[in-house]
Every structure is written in structure tokens, then in C-alpha cells.
């Protein structure tokens, strides 16, 4: 053991050297025949089968070359046959298997081998393993017709066999390699010819769950690969429903919806009368029935499964509402249809009186049907379960199909109101969004109004904010709707009046989908009297706002509403019209000029000018090549400023200025830092003047970052460019510190960084080089070899000409590409009042921020303190503060906690956000590192953060504390 | 012929006094002990006297089982172990064990000490009594004897409350006691796995109702609750101690907590708070939300809600306020009601039903002028509202539980005859199972089948296994084996292994047969056309024909000889073991028929 150690350290020891002398492509050479020779060596040597294990065991931590990897597999076949313990067996086949998956390695070489151990084995684990390993041999060749067929064939051969594991691996492989289309395998071989799903189907009936439930998930897998499902399975996966246990019933459900999705219009009996009825409608009464199933993993499966059967009969989909009330076998109304009962015959719930329920006619005790054949009620059962997974699953059952079907739509409201109320909050904050997703197709009436509004009390603020913007999309029916939403909105902003911004955004729509239904309201909104003048609200009331928000959008498509107003009522409106624009719309107000003239920026119907404009000033840039320098700076800058100003002006067009902008400009750097004057006087003397260019290059690295990191939809072609940019600063810094540091030495390790960084960039943009043509990089590997073995001095040399003489890439603008951005809500930063604590105990900070095209906030979204003793504290908030309001919005709503030592004054700590990015991240992994070492890279990950919102300053005060 | 016998001594078409005796397989287990509210004679208690008339109780029962703490199950517990005499087991789940004393030394105060009761049971007894008790857990199986085992389901209703299974060998018997299959604010709803028992003994208080979704009452409830107390009125709601009560605690209490509601809502002390202390502690026993969140906070650690002092009534603004009893008839809720029934700003809620002749039955009944005692007449101008909250299974829960379960036969307990009839007819047309309502003191008798488990040699089973091709799960299969009954029992084992067993000598039985066949050619050829017969015939047998001129298949001999007497016939003599005898008569058959004609 200990010499096999001294062997390895030993041959670690020379790889090192290896790298840091060699390029990469010798170094794999030289591990080859070491890797499989150590394994070699070690399995001889092991004396008993728990150290043939272990050797196992470490080996398998380390990736294996994809040239290697024969030799490996004969050495552990070679093993396998000697091998009388069926662990080290078992090992070896899922080695085999977990090697056969190395990319670049075909393991067609391997599959003769692999299935003629397969037939002397006799462990039933071993078998499994084998099985397994088949299947992924099997995956990675799935061209080759002629080994599916032979995989396909051992299968079957195998299915008889008494363990479980090795059926179900048996039915795995059925399902990823039986073949799909027929006609193939008919003229292949008359054998061969079978009938896969027949035999998958056959195994729906065998002895252990586990089994047959893996027969299902081989139908489903084929399914998946393409291959249509006969209808005859349909019968067998009813059967399946009733099965005792919970796994195969949860299949059972997938495969029938399934195959109601292939067959829906096709016509099946109803067992035990003569009637017919559509396949669809009968599986989805038969899913139905699952969601009062016993175990809550079906109903989870089968609730969620229901949303997306819209090719149902409507009436089939409205008895999932339907469930027929009694008492004492009288027929009874329910709450839902007497509160409507009630609404249309105009009276106000009296609801007061017992018996108010009391039921009415007499059933007639035959016509009792207490198990439902088919969907009765299924929701109903649903929406009402013990675990808030089948209720979540409902609800968001109920929107998919309420969404297909707006009668549908019309009937669930009532039930969708009543999950306001629930007990979970994550069930109630999802029938709201369900709400509001199918709030085209509903009105509210007055009593569900009530309902809704009721829940504006809520203390949970997304609860609150949910509700105002389904509010801003419902349609309401009465002008006593608009004033009770209204009222509750002003009794929700006294008791909550954090919630300003929302509320008044919500008027804001609520005003201008409803304008009839407001304009008989205005007198007594605004209070007007029609011969008092009445005294003139406060005009920084919060709710006066509101309420104005309300009048004017309602206002803008309603003419007559203004001459509703007082005086005072013009002045607040030309005040708000300014201070709140988003929120007051333009007016045409009689005897006024038009406040804001007509223009209106937003509804240019053709927005190709100004995509002409950024194209052609791009055109006119990447034609610049043989300009004079000075002539190129001016046009650079010239068109960054247009750029600039054009994303300002265009929301639309601002992330592909600010993108290309920003590449403008590190160009401009770029070339700004070549044109320095003094690059050829003496290193000591130019000791200044590098500052320009190094800060240069610096920037030129920092705004890259920002472009790969910052802009959401940035592709792979935008990169390549990005990082070449990146490599052209990194040159220039090389040039730079050449010149101003003296000795070699350090500029050694420069260099051979350098050049490993140019390795790197050829393996990671292999594909992408063609489109450099002529460019640094391109330069740069034709001189590659000789760079190699010059000096640093030269290699300096030959960079500087280089980055001189290089093409300025033209950059291909993506399609869709949208800056990141955040702002900052809370803490608004205003306050005077410090935030007071004791020293050495940690105070909550409140922060509440809009996040927009942000990929992926959980992880890359930081929150950083700068204290002003440049103490800075990086914070990194739960995935769970993260909402996700609508497409590519986010919101954080998190707590910060801040502590220091005590202060004698009060004094401003600075919160911003940060955008944390890892280079690594784009750089495809091998598939064999199992979380064991990683293989040795080049480049290092860079990590790093950029700032991407306003900083906003908190005054805080640490108190000593007190003794 | 083994059988099932259940006899209802309380709960048989009726509800109150649930006690069901039932006799599985020489064992008598006793389910649910309870007391009826309607009487106060000797009615209350079921009669135990028909179990035996003489001796103690303990000989005849195997073990009794109790399935929630509600009286009508559980109140003539300490007079049945304690006066009439019992000492064998009790079972009962640990929330029922601890609450139950609670709830008898209660009745017993109102018994003793208000009705002034004599020959009632002591406080000493219900301690005697509750000494015996044995507690189980959720889905744990307690072997009662060696037979008898018994195991607890959950079933919603109230706290503790659970369904039993009792079983012997493999039969077996499930007692729901009360259940419900829609969960509410604080439990979860009733569960069992498919465990398929000969019968099931279910209650049927709501046989023909269908209810409404919980939603709308609780919302509706809330409503009026939150209306009434912006207005600045006060609530009373009565309610019994136990059950309902914290199931409405717990939906004002969210509702505040989610509302930011800081009306002050009181909770009428004495049993409650010793009750709620059980709550807090048998969180497992809750629903899922209760569940999940009990680590931030417990949800019966009320922040709302505190405990009433009488002079809080009087106290200015509005207030909500739980009293006991709830159905207005005495103490403090009564009280509480005749301070504010002056107000119309005020509103009472009953959330249950009322008996004919309390002030609760009155008002909901629209009395709007009580004569109080003392010729008082009071003038109720508050509100008055009904709400139902009820926590047992409807028709459709029944009838899930049922498809649930899987039974063989259903019998229905704890229900109104009439529709208990209903039901039955629901039952036995839809899910065709039989069901049976029997009244108090009348038994129904079930006859089982019961498998009797073989054991089999591992050996023996692969070796036939292995014959077999494609293995049909449902299809019965032929095996050949030797079965040994000893010491009751019974195994299957390889003959060899019996012989070996049993020390004998193997015997070998042939068996031999003669075919007479018309023929006349040799018996040489006459042997070579039956083997080519049998050849083609039984494709799937080795066939083989031997130089002696007699032909095998298998370990059958056949050989062809002349006739004696007539040389135009020839006979075949077949013979075969006993081992292969299906074979050997197969062939018989076939060679009787006559060899095909060879052209």
C-alpha cells in the first residue's frame, strides 16, 4: 500500500511538472497508460474483496480520459471474470456503465462483453447492474439499430426472472430502447419484430408493485420517445386504478391521461349500460374519481393532471362543481347558488334567520347517486382536501381549465373566492394569481366582490398585493361595485400605508376599465356640493390621491366627467399630472390647453427609424478599421453619446445601446490606450503615463464583466467577442506591466499565464473561431508556436505589434437583450431620523427592491452595506425573499440585519445591490466529476460582483450600550 | 362454521349509549362504552347484564375499546369496570386517555352534585377505572393475546379520536367509532388503507346528507363575527367545552392574526383551559397546518384569545366571548346572553344543535320574549344566528370510507333507523357489498371463510416456480406436494421430504393399463406408429423409443404385445408412476381413441 502511495504521489508530482512546461494536449498522453496500469496493479494486489472495493471506490472519484477508457474497461472485465464477490462484480458493472458514458468513448467495443457476462451471472443485484450498464450503452448508441434490437432481446430473455430488480431494469431497458417504429424491425429480423408494448402490457399484471409500476413508466418512457400508445392500453390502465398500491395508481393516472390525450375523440363503453361515451370524457371522469383517492401523492397527481384535459365535455367539466346537496333526503341549495339567488332577486343578504338554509323539496330516494360515476365534484373534493399540495394543485387545476373555457370560468368563481379564506397562505396567494389569470372571462358580482375585498385586510403584504392586481383586471358590474372597492382600498391604505404605490396603481386601472360606472360617482367622491363650495382637501392626503387617480384615468375616456370638477380640482390635477405622471393620464380639459401637448411617446407606430438609426451608426463604427486614430476616436464617441441618448429615449431599443455602448466604448479604451504617444520612450520614463493605460485596461476588464454578466440574452457568438475583448485587455496589461516593472522573473509567470489563458479561450470557443478572422486571437494562435518558446521580452513585443495591427470585431446584436437593473423602494433613504440601536446588538433593516431581467436572482442578487468606516458587508437573502411577480420581474423583500460598535453620531451606511457573477458558469463540465476533485483548469474561476443600483443611504445610529 | 357476531348494546339504530359487542373468532371484544343524554334512569347505561348475569365481566370479554372521548362513548366506563366489574384491558389512544377523566369527573359533578344522584360512580372510580386503561398509538398493532390483536387509524372528529381494527388470524373487523372525512381548522380527516376486513362497523349520523363545502359556513361565520364587532357590537358564542370549541377558537384566532384584528376575544374558563393544555400537547393528533407550524408557534398557544372573567361582560366596546354550555340552558353563557340580549348592536351565535326546551332552542326557533324565572320576561333584540359546524362524515365520507376499506359486509351503528335505511339501500346497490342495521340487543351473524395459512419449504416453492414459464400473478397453479398437519400446523413439503420426515419407505405405485387396439401387423411396427403418434402429439415431452421395442414418454412405458386370444388385436400396456398420473391418463385417453391411420 504504502509503495503504491509513493507511486501515485510520485506521478501526481511529475504531472505537475508536466502542465506548467507543456501544452495541455501532451499532458493527456502521458496519463493514459498510468491510469489504467495503477487500477491494473491495484485489483492484482488486492488481497480480499472489501479492498478490491475500496480501489474501486477511489477509483471511480477520478475522471478518466476519453482515450483511456478502453484500457480500463479490459482491465475490469478481465476482473470481473476472476471476481467471485458479487459486491466488486457489482462495482465493476456500474463502473462499466458509468464509463461507457464518457463523451468522445463508443462503447460498441465493450457491448459483446458486457452481455456475455450478463448471461453466466447469477446475482440478481449483479444482474440488475449489468441491466443497467446495458441501458446506458444502450442510450449512447441510440443509432444503431442493430444493438437496440439485441439489447431489446436480452430484455425479454430476462423478464422471467424472480427478482424484482432485475425485471423492473429489464422493463427500463423495454422502454428506452424498444424499438419504435415497426417497419424497421420487420425487415431487420421476423424475430425481432415484437411487439413491445405487448410485452410491457403484459407486465401490468405482474406480482410486485415495484414492477408494475416500473412497466408503466417503461409505457409512459416510450410514450415520451415517440412511439403511439395503442388504445388497447387504456383498458389495462384502468384496471391499474384500483391497485393497492399508491405508486402504481400514480402511474396508473399518468398513463391514462396520456393516452386520453392521444385518443380523445374515440368512443368507449360505459360498463353496465349500453350507453357510449368520448374516451376523454370517460378518463377524465376516471381521474376525477382519483382525487379522493386514499393516498395524497395520487390526488396530488391526479388534481394537477385535470388542468390540462381541455379537450372535455363542458357539461363533464362542470360537474367537477357539481355536488347535489341533502339533508334528511331533501334536496338542499348551497351557499354558493343561494347568495346568487339573493343577488338577482335584488334583496340584501338577510342571511339572519335559522333554517335560512333549510332545505326544500323532497329527493326522491332512488335517484340518489352517492358515489359518483364520473367527475362529480371532483373539485369540490379537491379544493377542500387535508393537504394544502392537492389543494395548491386544484386551484392551479381550476385556472387551466377555467382559462379554456370561459363558462367554465364563470362557475369556479364562486370556489375560487371561497379558497381566499383558506387556512395556507401559498393556497391563497395562488387561487388569487388563478384569479386574476382568468379575470378576462368574469365579471364580479357584488357578493363575491364582497368576498374579494373582504381579504384587503390581510396582514400578509403579497396577499395584499396579489389583490390589487387582480383588482386591476376584474371587471366589475355596478357603480356600488367600483364605490365598495373603493372604500375598501382607502380602509386598506389607513390600516397599511406602506401600501401607497400599489393601491394607487390598482385606482389607476380600476378608473380607466370602468369609466361609466364611475362618472355617476364623482360628485360624491370629490364632494362637491351643487351650491356650497365645499373646503378643498389636502392635497398630500394619500388617500385624495387615490381617489383622484381614480377620477381622472376614469376622466380620460369619459368627456363629460370634468365638467364635474371644482376648481381646486384643476389645480390638484395639473399638480399630480406632474408629480405622478405615470399614475395621471394626459387630459383634454375644457377651456384649458391641453397640459401635456399631444404627443404621446409611447405609441410611435413604427419603431423602425430609430432601429434603422442604431443599426446604421453601428454599420458606420465596425467600418472603421482603416481609419485615421483620430478620425475613429471621434466617430466612437460621437455614436456612444447617440447610442446613449437613444436608449433613453427608446425603453425598448435601451438594452441593445447600452450593450453595444458599452462595447464602443472598451474599443475606444482600447484603442485611446495604443495611441499614447509615449510608448516607445523608456521604460523610466513612461512610468506615468502607463497610469492611463492600465486604468484602461482595467476598465476595459470591468465593463466586459458587465457585458457577459449584466445583460440577460446574451448568446453564445456575443461571448466569444466579449472574452476576446477581455483577452485584448489582458494583453495590454501584460504590455503595460512589461514596461514598468524591471527583471524578468516575475513577468515570467505573466507571460505563461497569459499564454494559458489564450489555451484556454481556443478549447472553450473552438467552434466559434472562423468568425474571428483576422482578429487578435486569430493572430495570436497562428503565432502561437513561436510565442511558446520565445522570451517574455518578445512574447511582449509581438503583442504590442499585434494589438495594434488587430480587426475591430464587429459585434452581432442578439435578438433580445435587456439590461439588468434594480431599484430600491425601501428604504426610501429620505428619513431624518436615524435608526436607533445598541452597539453590539443587530438591528433589522427592511429592503424592498424591483429587480428587472435578472436571471436567476436566488443566487446571484447580493445585498451590500458600506459603512462608513469602509467596513463593507456583503448579505446574501433567502431564496424565499424572492417573488416573481411576472415575466422577468423580480421583487426582494428581505431583511438586512446591521450591527457596529457604537457611534458618537448618527451617520449614513450606504445599501445597494450586487450582481455576482462566476466565470465558470458558462464553461460546459465533464460529466464524470462526482463532486471528488475537480480536474486541474487553467483558468481559474473568477468571482466577482458588479453594483447595478442606486446606493441608497440609511441613517443609523449604534448607541453605546448601557451599563 | 366460523362466524362473526356483533350485538349493539347502545348505538343500535339510535344515537347515544354507543356499546357494540361483537365475537370474532372466540374472541368478544366490546367497542365503545357510553351513556345516553336523553335519560336518567337506568336507560343511560347499556345493559350489561346481557353479556352475563352473574360473575365479573373480565371472563367474558377479551378487551374493550374505546374510540374518542366523547360521553356517548365513553360514560358508563367507570360504572361497567368499576360497579359491575372489569378488569381485563381498556384501549384507547393517548389524547382520549388524557382527556376522557376530565370529561367523566365533569358529568359526574353535574350528576352528583347538581342532581344529587346517589349510587352513582365515585371520583375514586373513574381513577380505578382509568388505571386499566392501556393507550396505543397511530397504526401501531397491539397484540391483546396471542390472537387478538387490535389497531388504530386516525379518524378527524375530535382530538384522539381513532377507528379500530380488531383482528384474529385473518379475520378481521373495523370499528369506525365517530369520523370524519372533510378536515377542519384543527384536525385532519379520516384515513384508512385498503385492509380489506369482513366487516365494518361505521357510524351513520348524517346517512342522508349531503353538506355544503366547510368554506362557506367559515366564511360566513367569520363575516358576521368581523361585521358585528366593527359595528362595535359584542359576540357570545356558547359552546360545549370540548371539540367545536377549539375548532372555532382556532378559526377567530387566524382570522384576527390575519386580519390585525385587536378586539379582545375571551374564552369562558374551567375545563377549557385544561383541555387546551391536552391541544398543545397532542399536536400530532392535528391537521397539517397545526402540524407544520407548531415549531414557530403553537397554534393553541391562543395570542387573541384569554380566559373570561365575569366581569368583563359589563366592559364597554366590542368583545367576542366563548361560553359554556352551549346550548343557553344554564351558567355562564346563559348569564352572558341575558346581560346583551338587550342590544341590537349585539349577536349570538349557535354553532350547534339545541335541544327542544333550552333558551337556545327558543331563540333560534324566532321566541323573540323569554319568560325568565321570576316571572321575568326578557326581550331579545340582539342578533341571532345559527351555524352548523358538525364533525362527522357525511353520506358521500361514509360511502368513501367504505370504497376505502374495502369490506366484505358493512353494518351501520350510531344513527336514526330511517335513515340508516336509506343508506343500506345506497350501500348495497352501489358498492354491492351487504350491510345490516341491527337494533339494540338484536345480533347479526356473519359466516366467514377463513384462509388457513400453509407454510411451504422454499425449496419446494423455486422448484416449481421454475417449471412454470411466464408468471400469471392471478392464475391458481398445480403443485405437488405433501401436506403435514402437526401440532395445528400445517405445512407443505416435498414427498421426499415427508418420507424422511415421517420415517417411512418410499413405495413406488405403478399404475398399468391395457389398451386394446385393432391391428394386425406386428408389434414392432404397432410400437413404431404409437411412437410416431405420441411424437407428434405431445411435442412439448420427450418422447423416445427405446431398441427393446417399447416406447417412453417421459417415466410412462408403453410396450405393444399381441393379443392372446384375438391375433387380430394387440395390446398396449401402459404403464406410469403416480407422480404422473395426470399425464398417464392423458395418455390412456389418447391412445383409447385409436392410432391415426397411416396411408
Not at chain 1, 300 to 321: D, I, R
Not at chain 1, 504 to 527: A, M
Not at chain 2, 590 to 599: E, V
Request: proline share 5%; charged share 25%.
Amino acid at each position: 500500500m504504502a509503495a503504491h502511495l509513493k507511486k501515485r504521489v510520485y506521478e501526481e508530482f511529475t504531472k505537475v511538472v508536466q502542465q506548467q512546461e507543456e501544452i495541455a494536449t501532451k499532458k493527456l498522453r502521458l496519463t493514459k497508460p498510468s491510469k489504467s496500469a495503477a487500477l491494473h496493479v491495484d485489483l492484482c494486489k488486492a488481497a480480499s474483496p472489501a479492498d478490491a472495493l475500496q480501489y474501486l471506490l477511489q477509483f471511480a472519484r477520478k475522471p478518466v480520459e476519453a482515450e483511456s477508457v478502453e484500457g480500463v474497461v479490459r482491465i475490469l472485465l478481465e476482473h470481473y471474470y476472476k471476481e467471485n464477490d458479487p459486491s466488486v462484480r457489482l462495482k465493476i458493472a456500474s463502473l462499466l456503465g458509468l464509463l461507457s458514458k464518457t463523451a468522445g468513448f463508443s462503447p460498441d467495443c465493450i457491448i459483446d462483453d458486457a452481455i456475455n457476462i450478463l448471461q453466466n451471472e447469477k446475482s440478481h443485484q449483479v444482474l440488475a447492474q449489468l441491466l443497467d450498464t446495458l441501458l446506458a450503452i444502450g442510450t449512447k448508441l441510440a443509432e444503431n439499430q442493430a444493438i437496440q434490437t439485441r439489447l431489446v432481446e436480452v430484455a425479454c430473455k430476462h423478464l422471467t426472472d424472480t427478482s424484482h430488480g432485475v425485471r423492473n431494469k429489464c422493463l427500463q431497458l423495454l422502454g428506452n430502447l424498444g424499438s419504435l417504429e415497426k417497419n424497421v424491425t420487420k425487415d431487420a429480423e421476423g424475430l425481432t419484430a415484437r411487439d413491445v408494448q405487448k410485452i410491457i402490457g403484459d407486465y401490468f399484471s405482474d406480482q410486485d408493485p415495484r414492477v408494475r409500476t416500473a412497466a408503466i413508466k417503461a409505457m409512459l418512457q416510450l410514450h415520451e420517445r415517440g412511439l403511439k400508445l395503442h388504445q388497447t392500453v387504456y383498458n389495462q390502465a384502468c384496471k391499474l386504478l384500483s391497485d393497492d398500491y399508491e405508486q402504481v395508481r400514480s402511474a396508473a393516472v399518468q398513463l391514462i391521461w396520456v393516452v386520453s390525450q392521444l385518443y380523445p375523440e374515440s368512443i368507449v363503453p360505459i360498463p353496465s349500460s349500453n350507453e357510449e361515451i368520448r374516451l376523454v370524457d370517460d378518463a377524465f371522469g376516471k381521474i376525477c374519481h382519483m382525487v379522493s383517492d386514499g393516498s395524497w401523492v395520487v390526488r396530488v397527481q391526479a388534481a394537477k393532471l385535470l388542468g390540462s384535459m381541455e379537450q372535455v365535455s363542458s357539461h363533464f367539466l362542470e360537474q367537477t362543481l357539481d355536488k347535489k346537496l341533502m339533508s334528511d333526503l331533501r334536496r338542499k341549495r348551497t351557499a354558493h347558488e343561494r347568495a346568487k339567488e339573493l343577488y338577482s332577486s335584488g334583496e340584501f343578504s338577510s342571511g339572519r334567520k335559522w333554517g335560512d338554509d333549510a332545505p326544500k323539496e323532497e329527493i326522491d330516494t332512488g335517484a340518489v347517486n352517492l358515489i359518483q360515476s364520473g367527475a362529480c365534484g371532483a373539485f369540490v373534493h379537491g379544493l377542500e382536501d387535508e393537504m394544502y399540495e392537492v389543494r395548491i394543485a386544484a386551484v392551479e387545476a381550476l385556472c387551466m381549465l377555467a382559462q379554456s373555457s370561459p363558462s367554465f370560468a364563470e362557475k369556479c368563481l364562486d370556489f375560487l373566492v371561497d379558497m381566499f379564506n383558506d387556512e395556507i397562505e401559498e393556497v391563497r396567494l395562488q387561487s388569487i394569481h388563478t384569479m386574476r389569470k382568468i379575470s378576462n372571462n368574469i365579471t364580479l358580482r357584488e357578493d363575491q366582490l364582497d368576498t374579494v375585498l373582504a381579504v384587503l385586510e390581510d396582514s400578509s403584504r403579497d396577499i395584499r398585493e396579489a389583490l390589487h392586481e387582480l383588482l386591476c383586471c376584474t371587471n366589475v358590474s355596478t357603480k356600488e361595485g367600483i364605490h365598495l372597492a373603493l372604500v375598501e382600498l382607502l380602509k386598506n391604505l389607513t390600516k397599511y400605508p406602506t401600501d401607497k404605490d400599489s393601491i394607487w396603481k390598482c385606482l389607476k386601472f380600476l378608473g380607466s376599465r370602468h369609466p361609466t360606472l364611475v362618472l355617476p360617482l364623482v360628485p360624491e367622491l370629490l364632494s362637491t356640493h351643487p351650491f356650497f363650495d365645499t373646503a378643498e382637501p389636502d392635497m398630500d392626503d394619500p388617500a385624495y390621491i387615490a381617489v383622484l387617480v381614480l377620477i381622472f384615468n376614469a376622466a380620460k375616456t369619459c368627456p363629460t366627467m370634468p365638467a364635474l370638477f371644482s376648481d381646486h380640482t384643476f389645480r390638484h390635477y395639473a399638480y399630480l399630472r406632474d408629480s405622478l405622471s405615470h399614475l395621471v393620464p394626459a387630459l383634454r380639459l375644457p377651456g384649458r390647453k391641453l397640459v401635456s401637448s399631444a404627443v404621446s411617446p409611447n405609441i410611435t407606430p413604427h419603431e423602425d427609424p430609430s432601429q434603422q438609426f442604431l443599426q446604421q451608426s453601428l454599420e458606420r463604427v465596425y467600418s472603421l478599421q482603416h481609419l485615421d486614430p483620430q478620425g475613429a476616436q471621434e466617430l466612437l464617441e460621437f455614436t456612444i453619446r447617440d447610442l446613449q441618448r437613444l436608449g433613453e429615449l427608446q425603453s425598448e431599443l435601451a438594452g441593445i445601446a447600452d450593450f453595444s455602448a458599452t462595447y464602443l466604448r472598451c474599443q475606444l479604451l482600447l484603442i485611446k490606450a495604443l495611441q499614447e504617444k509615449l510608448w516607445n520612450v523608456a521604460a523610466p520614463l513612461y512610468l506615468k503615463q502607463s497610469d492611463l493605460a492600465s486604468a484602461a485596461a482595467k476598465q476595459i476588464m470591468e465593463e466586459t464583466y458587465k457585458m457577459e454578466f449584466m445583460y440577460s440574452g446574451v448568446e453564445n457568438k456575443q461571448v466569444v467577442i466579449i472574452h476576446h475583448m477581455r483577452l485584448q485587455a489582458k494583453a495590454l496589461q501584460l504590455i503595460v506591466t512589461a514596461r514598468t516593472t524591471r527583471g524578468v522573473d516575475p513577468l515570467f509567470g505573466m507571460c505563461e499565464k497569459f499564454l494559458q489563458e489564450v489555451d484556454f479561450f481556443q478549447r472553450c470557443f473552438i467552434a466559434d473561431l472562423p468568425q474571428l478572422q483576422d482578429s487578435f486571437v486569430d493572430k495570436l494562435l497562428d503565432l502561437m508556436p513561436r510565442l511558446m518558446a520565445s522570451k517574455p521580452a518578445e512574447v511582449v513585443k509581438i503583442l504590442q505589434t499585434m494589438l495594434r495591427q488587430s480587426a475591430f470585431l464587429h459585434l452581432p446584436l442578439p435578438e433580445q437583450i435587456h439590461k439588468a437593473s434594480a431599484t430600491i423602494i425601501e428604504p426610501a433613504g429620505e428619513s431624518d431620523n436615524p435608526l436607533r440601536f445598541t452597539s453590539g446588538l443587530v438591528v433589522a433593516l427592511d429592503v424592498d427592491a424591483t429587480l428587472e431581467h435578472v436571471q436567476d436572482p436566488q443566487s446571484t442578487v447580493k445585498v451590500q452595506i458600506l459603512y462608513p468606516d469602509g467596513q463593507a458587508q456583503m448579505i446574501h437573502p433567502k431564496p424565499a425573499d424572492f417573488r416573481n411577480p411576472g415575466l422577468g420581474r423580480h421583487r426582494l423583500i428581505t431583511q438586512v440585519y446591521l450591527s457596529h460598535t457604537a457611534w458618537t453620531e448618527p451617520c449614513q451606511v450606504e445599501v445597494r445591490l450586487l450582481l455576482a457573477y462566476n466565470s465558470n458558469a458558462r464553461i460546459p463540465k465533464s460529466s464524470w466529476i462526482e463532486g471528488g476533485e475537480v480536474s486541474p483548469q487553467v483558468e481559474t474561476s473568477i468571482e466577482g460582483a458588479i453594483p447595478f443600483s442606486k446606493p441608497v443611504k440609511v441613517y443609523i445610529m449604534p448607541k453605546p450600550a448601557r451599563r | 362454521m366460523p362466524e362473526i357476531r356483533v350485538t349493539p348494546l347502545g348505538a343500535g339504530q339510535d344515537v347515544g349509549r354507543s356499546c357494540i359487542l361483537v365475537s370474532i373468532a372466540g374472541k368478544n371484544v366490546m367497542l365503545d362504552c357510553g351513556m345516553h343524554m336523553g335519560f336518567n334512569d337506568d336507560r343511560r347505561f347499556p345493559d350489561f347484564s346481557y353479556i352475563t348475569q352473574n360473575g365479573r365481566l373480565t371472563d367474558f370479554l377479551d378487551c374493550v375499546i374505546i374510540s374518542h372521548f366523547h360521553l356517548d362513548h365513553c360514560g358508563a366506563l367507570p360504572y361497567f369496570s368499576e360497579m359491575v366489574g372489569y378488569d381485563g384491558p381498556i384501549y384507547m389512544t393517548h389524547p382520549t386517555q388524557a382527556i376522557c377523566p376530565i370529561l367523566l369527573e365533569d358529568y359526574r359533578k353535574i350528576a352528583v352534585d347538581k342532581k344529587g344522584e346517589a349510587n352513582f360512580f365515585t371520583s375514586q372510580m373513574i381513577k380505578d377505572c382509568m388505571k386499566k386503561v392501556v393507550a396505543v398509538h397511530l397504526h401501531q398493532t397491539v397484540q391483546v393475546d396471542d390472537e387478538l390483536e387490535i389497531k388504530a387509524y386516525y379518524a378527524g372528529h375530535v382530538l384522539g379520536a381513532a377507528m379500530f381494527q380488531i383482528k384474529v388470524g385473518s379475520e378481521s373487523v373495523v370499528y369506525t367509532g365517530d369520523y370524519n372525512m372533510t378536515p377542519d381548522r384543527h384536525l385532519g380527516a379520516a384515513w384508512i388503507d385498503k385492509c380489506r376486513p369482513n366487516l365494518l362497523i361505521t357510524e351513520s349520523t348524517y346517512a342522508t346528507t349531503i353538506r355544503d363545502s366547510k368554506r362557506c359556513r367559515e366564511r360566513d361565520f367569520l363575516k358576521k363575527v368581523h361585521e358585528t364587532v366593527e359595528r362595535g357590537g359584542k359576540v357570545l358564542i356558547p359552546v360545549f367545552a370540548l371539540g367545536r370549541a377549539q375548532e372555532l377558537c382556532i378559526l377567530l384566532e387566524t382570522f384576527w392574526e390575519r386580519m390585525n384584528l385587536k378586539v379582545p376575544i375571551y374564552f369562558s374558563t374551567g375545563l377549557t383551559e385544561k383541555a387546551n393544555h391536552y391541544y398543545k400537547l397532542f399536536i400530532t393528533w392535528t391537521n397539517q397546518k397545526i402540524r407544520k407550524t407548531f415549531v414557530q408557534r403553537n397554534m393553541f398557544e391562543f395570542k387573541h384569545i384569554k380566559a373570561f372573567d365575569r366581569a368583563f361582560a359589563d366592559n364597554p366596546g366590542p368583545m367576542v366571548v366563548f361560553a359554556t354550555p352551549g346550548m343557553l340552558h344554564a351558567g355562564q353563557s346563559l348569564q352572558i346572553f341575558r346581560k346583551w340580549a338587550g342590544n341590537e348592536k349585539n349577536m349570538v351565535i349557535m354553532p350547534g344543535y339545541c335541544v327542544q326546551g333550552t333558551v337556545g332552542h327558543k331563540i333560534l326557533s324566532g321566541q323573540r320574549k323569554l319568560e325568565m324565572e321570576g316571572r321575568q320576561v326578557l326581550e331579545v333584540k340582539m342578533q341571532v344566528e345559527y351555524m352548523s359546524f358538525s364533525a362527522h362524515a357525511d353520506a358521500k365520507g361514509i360511502m368513501q370510507l367504505v370504497g376505502q376499506a374495502e369490506p366484505e359486509s358493512v353494518l351501520l351503528v350510531h344513527g336514526e333507523a330511517k335513515k340508516m335505511g336509506f343508506l343500506r339501500q345506497k350501500i348495497e346497490q352501489e358498492l354491492r357489498v351487504s350491510c345490516y342495521m341491527p337494533a339494540n340487543g338484536e345480533t347479526v351473524t356473519l359466516p366467514t371463510s377463513p384462509s388457513i395459512p400453509v407454510g411451504i419449504s422454499l425449496g419446494l416453492l423455486k422448484r416449481e416456480m421454475a417449471q412454470g414459464l411466464l408468471p400469471e400473478a392471478k392464475k391458481p397453479r398445480l403443485l405437488h406436494g405433501t401436506l403435514i398437519m402437526k401440532d395445528s400446523n400445517f405445512r407443505l413439503v416435498s414427498s421426499e421430504q415427508a418420507l424422511k420426515e415421517l420415517g417411512l419407505a418410499e413405495h413406488q405405485l405403478r399404475f398399468t393399463c391395457r389398451v386394446h387396439l385393432q391391428d394386425t401387423r406386428k408389434e414392432q411396427e404397432m410400437a413404431l406408429r404409437v411412437y410416431s403418434h405420441l411424437k407428434s402429439t405431445l411435442k412439448d415431452h420427450c418422447v423416445q423409443h427405446l431398441p427393446d421395442g417399447s416406447v417412453t414418454v417421459e417415466s410412462i412405458l408403453i410396450q405393444a404385445a399381441a393379443h392372446s386370444e384375438d391375433p387380430g388385436a394387440k395390446v398396449l400396456l401402459v404403464s406410469w408412476t403416480y407422480q404422473d398420473e395426470e399425464l398417464g391418463s392423458f395418455l390412456t385417453a389418447l391412445l383409447k381413441k385409436g392410432l391415426p391411420q397411416t396411408p
